[in-house]
């Protein structure tokens, strides 16, 4: 066990800013452990890219996270979820050091989605990337084999949101269009979920144009129980996790421009430390 002076944080990762969003439940429902934020805001967007190099951008900043002492890791971005994780825990870790975890945001999601619905009609929003993965189809079938599951791509989201255009036309048209998109798959979708973690920055403009007795699920809160199931569940990782109450951000690309977009998902001011990779 480490020395409980040593500085072993739980490291959180994310393409850019919207791992914040899952960060913001983790420190709300785990305040006394710390935590290490990595951003890959000079390579971002993931969404986009091949499987390939998600997986060796992901595998790059997962290990720096281990070199600055963490033990345990989550991927707070589906994109690196549905192109690296497996891989990552299948192959890399040995490897690396195979007491270290790294974990993801698809599989807690896929483990409760089925409480929600009634009708077994389940809808998903995400990027193009993790849309054409299949992970969430994948995933949920192993829990709830009996649920249809229906993507929908929404690339006009994450530029939307980073520029902080949430409350006009052109965001109205495009929520519009994709929720439209969605429910022309199926009438009978009942449940949804926001499966990137930006989108929660959307969520009241979206619940204004859902259907009424939608449920609407972002993954921030269902990370976070999950999270804390799992340390319960595996002392010897939860004792070697620091817990002073600390939070560190680092980023790839311009600390300024991080900072002055980050308190929009984290809520709170923040200040980060640049990384060149």
């Known amino acids: 066990m480490k020395d409980s002076s040593t500085y072993s944080p739980i490291g959180v990762f994310d393409s850019g800013y919207g791992g914040l969003t899952v960060l913001k439940e983790l420190v709300a429902h785990m305040p006394a452990y710390d935590y290490l934020y990595l951003g890959d805001n000079a390579r971002a967007p993931y969404g986009s890219r091949s499987f390939d190099t998600v997986y060796e951008y992901t595998l790059e900043c997962v290990k720096h996270l281990f070199d600055r002492g963490c033990e345990l890791v989550v991927l707070a971005c589906n994109t690196a979820s549905a192109k690296a994780l497996r891989t990552i825990q299948q192959k890399d870790l040995a490897a690396i ?90 009438r009978y979708i009942d449940t949804i979920i926001l499966a990137c973690t930006h989108y929660p920055i959307l969520k009241p403009e979206i619940e204004k144009h859902l259907p009424a007795g939608i449920t609407l699920l972002s993954q921030g809160t269902i990370v976070a129980h999950s999270l804390q199931d799992y340390l319960k569940r595996h002392t010897a990782m939860d004792q070697q996790i620091s817990k002073t109450g600390k939070l560190d951000f680092l980023t790839t690309d311009s600390t300024e421009n991080f900072d002055t977009h980050a308190s929009l998902f984290f809520g709170a001011e923040v200040k980060s430390k640049h990384l060149a990779l």
């Open 97 to 186: 050091d195979p007491e270290k975890r790294v974990l993801g945001v698809i599989r807690p999601t896929a483990e409760i989605i089925g409480n929600y619905s009634k009708s077994g009609h389940v809808g998903v929003f995400a990027t193009h990337g993790t849309v054409s993965s299949e992970s969430y189809p994948i995933e949920i079938g192993k829990f709830f084999p009996q649920l249809q599951v229906f993507q929908e791509a929404c690339p006009m989201w994450v530029p939307l949101i980073e520029n902080n255009e949430l409350n006009n036309e052109g965001t109205d048209y495009f929520v519009k269009k994709y929720i439209g998109r969605l429910f022309a798959r199926s």
